[in-house]
């Protein structure tokens, strides 16, 4: 069975902090590993990662896959309020197109 | 800009009566998911569907049936709602391609069952 593991669950952090959400996957025939940020309600798409050690970035959020550990990373630096969300991580499964989900880390930034 | 719209956003059933969920997407995709999304327990996913009237059960169906006439539509719907579905149902699509995997979320409905 296919499995996705983030942590932490939750995180409160201050504002202009720099945060690092895990996430650890086992996958029959990896593809692919996902990142999504859901604020209020509809995630939406961040980053598809397919190789190792190659860094997506957009702004202040940037994320790396180890397929050698079977983790990826997502950094964001210099968190301001609006990183509040729900940091979701996900990979398709073996000949599939449906996703598996991490169950998420809830990131609270504070002023 | 693509869209994916879920017909309510919040909605209150009471035990027994039969629900349905829609969701409509006009991106022109072959897939389409519904997820249920849980405190502690993130996103499960409940059918999807690759096709006009095809569809394949995913984690959680039980208690749940889908309907895809049109490939724009497809609805889920309780037989006959109970508690333990009040949740948060998440529509999604994604094309047909395999490299292209993200998915296109809805803005969610909000599920009460009392």
Redesign the interface.
């Known amino acids: 069975e296919d499995k996705v593991v983030q942590s932490p669950l939750s995180l409160v952090v201050h504002e202009g902090d720099t945060v690092t959400l895990n996430c650890s996957y086992e996958v029959t025939n990896f593809r692919s590993l996902l990142w999504y940020k859901q604020e209020k309600k509809a995630p939406t798409f961040l980053f598809m990662l397919t190789s190792s050690g190659i860094e997506k970035k957009s702004g202040r959020l940037s994320s790396i896959l180890d397929k050698k550990e079977l983790f990826s990373i997502l950094n964001i630096t210099a968190t301001q309020t609006g990183d509040s969300a729900i940091y979701l991580c996900a990979s398709p499964g073996a000949g599939s197109y449906q996703l598996t989900f991490g169950k998420g880390t809830k990131l609270s930034v504070i002023p | 800009d693509v869209k994916?719209t879920q017909s309510s956003?919040y909605l209150v059933k009471r035990t027994g009566e039969k629900v349905f969920l829609e969701c409509v997407q006009d991106m022109d995709h072959e897939?389409m998911?519904w997820?249920r999304q849980d405190p502690?327990?993130?996103?499960?996913?409940i059918y999807?569907s690759?096709d006009v009237k095809m569809k394949e059960k995913?984690d959680i169906p039980e208690g749940y049936s889908v309907s895809r006439e049109k490939k724009e539509r497809f609805s889920l719907i309780l037989e006959s709602a109970s508690t333990n579905q009040t949740s948060?149902y998440?529509c999604a699509s994604?094309p047909?391609s395999?490299t292209n995997?993200?998915?296109?979320?809805?803005?969610?409905t909000q599920l009460s069952v009392l």
């Open positions: 994916v956003r897939n998911f997820y502690g327990l993130g996103l499960r996913l999807f690759y995913g948060m998440l994604s047909w395999a995997e993200k998915l296109f979320f809805g803005s969610g």
